[in-house]
């Protein structure tokens, strides 16, 4: 069985997925990252991002008249490692999670375990991620749920590039000569995550876009989403909620991937092993 990373969803959401698109693909949609489901997380990034900077000028001994600390994160206006982040586009992701049976999940995210969950291929989804260029990059990273103290990478990160960034004229500048100063921007700014989201065990998808996305309407808001396309041979297992009628929904799930071509669906379509009733 191949290494695989889990979405969870409704079986509304799936039908749209799988639908009849050419060459034997299938659809998701990755959302803009300002409409996440956790509205501080620029937020702790950048918080973290803060702390390991003042540490690393501390450590080693840059004087105040010489830090870059405050043109970096101005008291009013947007830091500048934001306006990195956002240099190759705006990020949109789509969130996987390690864990193919977790409770909290079918409760958060899949209808309150009236869902479904999708197993993906992992390998399939990094081989994406190495069609894209430098400039609009596509990236699978693992979310690191550790606290401030803990977070040893961004002092690496200020080791690399600290000499990159320089001040001219009042303003912070950074080279960009080369460019893995992005691609570990956004790596680092989408992968942290407060520690109360760990048993998530969350994957993230990220693409970069900066004109060809659409909107959604959930009901309260208008979310803009990007489309991607995978070989439908990504989908690996359906794994159906705790509140489903098993039996009846194995076999509809078995005739389902029957229909869009699949083979060996008695093996693809699995149950959750969670004993659970809405309430």
């Not at 050419?22 to 973290?48: G, V, W």
């Not at 789509?94 to 409770?103: P, R, T």
């Amino acid at each position: 069985m191949a290494d695989l990373l889990y979405h969870y969803t409704s079986i509304e959401t799936l039908q749209l997925i799988m639908q009849d698109f050419e060459h034997n693909e299938i659809c998701m949609r990755a959302t803009h990252a300002d409409f996440l489901n956790d509205p501080q997380e620029y937020f702790f990034a950048s918080k973290l991002f803060k702390e390991s900077l003042k540490d690393y000028e501390k450590k080693n001994n840059i004087l105040q008249e010489n830090s870059i600390f405050e043109y970096i994160f101005p008291e009013n206006g947007k830091s500048i490692l934001n306006e990195i982040s956002e240099i190759s586009g705006n990020p949109y992701l789509i969130s996987f999670s390690n864990d193919g049976d977790s409770l909290s999940m079918w409760r958060s995210y899949a209808k309150n375990g009236s869902g479904i969950c999708i197993g993906l291929d992992k390998n399939m989804l990094l081989k994406y991620c190495m069609t894209k260029s430098k400039m609009n990059p596509a990236f699978l990273l693992q979310c690191d749920y550790l606290k401030i103290e803990h977070w040893d990478e961004l002092t690496i990160f200020w080791k690399k590039y600290y000499t990159s960034f320089y001040v001219e004229s009042e303003r912070i500048n950074v080279s960009l000569v080369d460019l893995d100063i992005i691609k570990e921007t956004i790596e680092a700014f989408f992968k942290i995550k407060e520690q109360y989201y760990s048993e998530e065990k969350e994957f993230r998808f990220c693409v970069t876009e900066q004109s060809n996305f659409k909107i959604r309407n959930n009901g309260n808001l208008l979310i803009p989403f990007t489309e991607l396309y995978f070989d439908k041979k990504i989908i690996k297992k359906i794994v159906i909620g705790p509140c489903l009628d098993k039996r009846m929904a194995k076999k509809g799930f078995e005739m389902f991937l029957k229909k869009h071509g699949y083979t060996d669906v008695d093996r693809m379509v699995d149950v959750s092993k969670i004993s659970y009733r809405q309430i």
